[in-house]
């Protein structure tokens, strides 16, 4: 099992470009999460899915839009990047929501 | 609303040293507990949790964790630190709210250890 992976790494946009990142799960895990991080902030929900077909928004949704594409995907857009949005991304997955999640390697994103 | 405090964003031992590293949730029902650990450049990897069975709870790499209803704490010890628990340290509750359950995390601590 790869657990849960994401694409791409690494990645540099300019200032109003977009650009979408990937997550996906092995598990078989029914909630996905979309989280960013900061220096000093911990970890913040963007956006989540308890199962699939729903979205609900988290702590900072804004600037953001996603996709529960199947039960094994879960997509983050960022649509017209702004330097704020400059961070680490991380995706997440749980079997039950109470459960412990697990999580992907992220995704370092910076805009200029 | 749930909220985590980790006391010290910086800790620093020695190696052979205890680890303590604190953690406050305010609920007002036992949360689920988790405490993560990140390694430079890498995902969080879950340490240990509890989940209303043993107060004491055992993880991986020779820590543990002691759920204290009464002083809504889950601080983690490790009774003697190695050059490799260097990494830094998120504690985080999951709380249902609304319609969902929610995790929460600290800010995290930052482990240093020392030679």
């Known amino acids: 099992n790869a657990g849960v992976t994401q694409t791409p790494k690494f990645q540099v946009l300019k200032t109003g470009q977009s650009m979408t990142l990937q997550c996906a799960q092995d598990m078989n895990h029914n909630s996905m999460y979309w989280y960013r991080q900061d220096p000093g902030m911990g970890l913040r929900l963007i956006y989540y899915?308890?199962?699939?077909?729903?979205?609900d928004k988290g702590e900072v949704p804004n600037g953001y839009n996603v996709s529960r594409l199947n039960k094994r995907e879960f997509s983050l857009r960022l649509e017209s990047a702004a330097p704020s949005q400059t961070s680490v991304y991380f995706c997440?997955?749980?079997?039950?929501?109470?459960?412990?999640?697990?999580f992907g390697p992220g995704t370092r994103l910076t805009v200029l | 609303a749930q909220s985590v405090t980790q006391l010290g964003s910086h800790v620093s031992v020695s190696e052979g040293a205890l680890v303590l590293l604190r953690c406050n949730y305010s609920?007002?029902?036992?949360?689920?507990l988790f405490w993560y650990v990140q390694y430079p450049n890498q995902g969080l990897q879950l340490l240990l949790k509890?989940?209303?069975?043993?107060?004491l709870v055992k993880g991986i790499n020779g820590f543990e964790a002691e759920f204290k209803k009464s002083e809504t704490s889950f601080h983690l010890t490790k009774p003697s630190a190695h050059m490799s628990d260097a990494a830094e340290y998120f504690c985080?509750?999951?709380?249902?709210?609304?319609?969902?359950?929610?995790?929460?995390f600290g800010k995290g601590t930052l482990l240093t250890v020392n030679p």
């Open positions: 609920s007002s029902v036992p949360p689920y």
């Open positions: 985080a509750v999951s709380e249902y709210r609304g319609s969902n359950y929610k995790l929460t």
């Open positions: 899915s308890a199962s699939e077909g729903t979205t």
């Open positions: 509890y989940t209303s069975a043993a107060t």
């Open positions: 997440a997955s749980t079997l039950k929501a109470y459960n412990e999640q697990f």
